[in-house]
């Protein structure tokens, strides 16, 4: 089961030629649907338009509806667990709030990530997949 990081998730909507082989041909497999996407990406990708740094190909709004389909995708909601655990992850992760509550919600929920940002790849105590076609992990305590 994977969690979609914020920017696999806009990939697969607005650029899939962006996602590596390895990526596509999880997300073009039915049986791996639903993703689960944490609701801390549909915040951050409605931050990014309201701030100008993000153009979407339709309104903000239309692009959520289209892109969170209940067939497609599982929002998992900013719960109290995934909340604490954002600020006590194990080892040394960077200050990205957003980041860290994904990382939280995998971990939380067993889920594997499936992310371009070599931030959350390289982090040793979440379970991944890149977009440069590179797992790792390393089950801690």
Do not use: C
């Not at 209940?70 to 909340?83: A, R, Y």
């Not at 939280?104 to 594997?112: C, D, E, G, S």
Request: negative net charge.
């Amino acid at each position: 089961m994977y969690l979609l990081d914020t920017n696999i998730w806009l990939w697969m909507v607005e650029e899939p030629q962006r996602l590596s082989a390895e990526i596509a041909t999880i997300v073009k497999n039915a049986d791996n649907y639903p993703f689960f996407l944490s609701a801390i990406s549909v915040w951050e990708v409605a931050k990014k338009v309201s701030l100008g740094k993000l153009g979407l190909s339709i309104p903000v709004r239309d692009w959520l509806d289209k892109a969170t389909q209940d067939q497609f995708i599982h929002i998992l909601p900013l719960s109290v667990n995934v909340s604490l655990e954002s600020t006590i992850l194990p080892g040394t992760f960077h200050k990205d709030p957003a980041d860290q509550i994904i990382v939280a919600a995998a971990r939380h929920h067993n889920l594997t990530i499936l992310t371009a940002d070599n931030l959350i790849r390289t982090y040793p105590h979440v379970k991944t997949i890149s977009n440069q076609s590179h797992s790792s992990y390393i089950p801690g305590p």
